[in-house]
């Protein structure tokens, strides 16, 4: 691509980084973009600027939150005994869309996979261990990808968990999670939930 302006070269290239956008989407984007009002491109970067800067993730769950604690952890309608562990906030997302969930969350921030060099250290789980530890938490419910590494990141919180005093559940595992989630119907996720099996029954078969 040949760009007379420096300046569309380097929006075009910053619109191209993004995952799934190519040259010619970053082009049209870019384009968009100019033909629009200036204090309409001035709000997208702000929003863009703030997001980075602005926003926190909740000291209790880790789920994306503008404050220290989110939303969910602070409801006083949700079931503080019952957590869900996921691996990303877009699971968490999938979930909330349900509407039929009234526990709370524990984000991982990934799956443990040392093919990439991401161990248990790596993940939010000493904070749910400590969570458990606690007492609060009569169950909590492994809802993570069906993979090698889904699997493996499960049995490794079931060993740190399983002398502590808490129910350990699974989710039906046929449903793919980890980003994955938002193609699974709200109506299968929410059953799925709702149907979870003790973990350790799954580990019979
Ligand atoms: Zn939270």
Redesign the pocket.
Known sequence: MNFSSRLLESAVDEFARLPGVGRKTALRLVLHLLNRPEAEVERFSLSMTSLRSGIRF?K????I?DQL??G??TATRRDRSLVCIVEDIRDVMAIENTNQYQG??HVLGGVISPMDGIGPSDLNIATLVERVQAGEIKEVILALSATMEGDTTIFYIYKKLKDLPVRISAIARGIAFGGELEYVDEITLGRSIATRVPYESTLMK
């Open positions: 909740c209790v769950c880790h789920n939150s604690v989110c969910i952890c709370v969350y």
